[in-house]
């Protein structure tokens, strides 16, 4: 019965626009992983620069503490020279040059004291980085488990969709069919439309009184004089 054959072209192009909506959702999943694994990899990223910081300073206060005891050892070594100087000129010539190790020595200890506190800040950083981290990371793993998990879901709907398509489609007149699709490729996927209100609500288009009362009967394929769609009427679209 035509009756029939409508109501099942109306459940395929219902069941198609479903599949179809779930292809796009699928499509968007691997974009979305891709996002967190970016965030997850900036994460790294931090924590890595923040660290080979701190080695790099720790490294330069270890250097500098060793220039500072070489320096601290010729001060020692040029104030027991002093008392073996015999002319006034070397003396004072020796004693500039203990001041001036003084005075370096001095700026180098004001130096690895930045250094520290900048070492101790960093570190201070570093171990918020690392917390905050490893919480985005937990909360960033648990939203990867949650669109891998649907897209499991979403694949296992098309899958069904699609076997319920076939079966649809093995009960359809095959030349029914092929103007169906017909029909979708040349109407922006829409082939079959709902009428309500004496309309099209393809083209919202009103339809002619007398073609309008045969549409309610679904004894034919009655197709809109303005789109061209095939019509459909429910009982759940009377007004």
């Known amino acids: 019965m035509v009756r029939e054959q409508l109501q099942l072209l109306w459940k395929l192009q219902t069941l198609e626009r479903h599949i179809e909506e779930a292809q796009k959702e699928k499509e968007t999943y691997p974009l979305m992983l891709e996002r967190l694994e970016g965030m997850l990899k900036t994460l790294e ?26 320096e601290s050892e010729r001060t020692k070594r040029s104030q027991l020279k002093l008392l073996e100087i015999k002319t006034n000129k ?22 690895i004291i930045r250094m520290l506190d900048e ?3 960093l570190k201070t950083d570093h171990a918020s980085t690392v917390e905050r981290a490893h919480k985005e990371r937990k909360e960033i793993e648990e939203g990867q488990a949650k669109i ?22 093995g009960k359809l007149d095959p030349e029914l069919v092929k103007r169906y699709t017909t029909l979708k490729e040349r109407r922006n996927g829409i082939a079959v439309v709902l009428v309500r209100n004496e309309g099209c609500q393809g ?25 061209h769609r095939i019509l459909y009427w429910e009982e759940t679209s009377a007004s």
Do not use: F
Request: contains cysteine; proline residues 3%; charged residues 40%.
């Open 45 to 70: 990223e931090k924590k890595e620069e923040e660290k080979r910081r701190i080695e790099e300073l720790e490294r330069e206060r270890i250097k500098l503490e060793g220039e500072l005891e070489m």
């Open 90 to 111: 070397e003396y004072q010539a020796l004693l500039k040059e203990i001041e001036m190790g003084k005075e370096h020595t001095s700026q180098q200890e004001e130096e």
């Open 119 to 121: 070492i101790d800040r």
């Open 148 to 169: 891998r998990e649907q897209m499991v879901i979403v694949e296992q709907h098309i899958t069904q969709w699609h076997h319920n398509r076939e079966e649809i489609v």
């Open 203 to 227: 083209c919202y288009v009103n339809i002619p009184p007398q073609l309008y009362n045969e549409v309610q009967k679904n004894k034919e394929i009655i197709v809109c004089p303005n789109c």
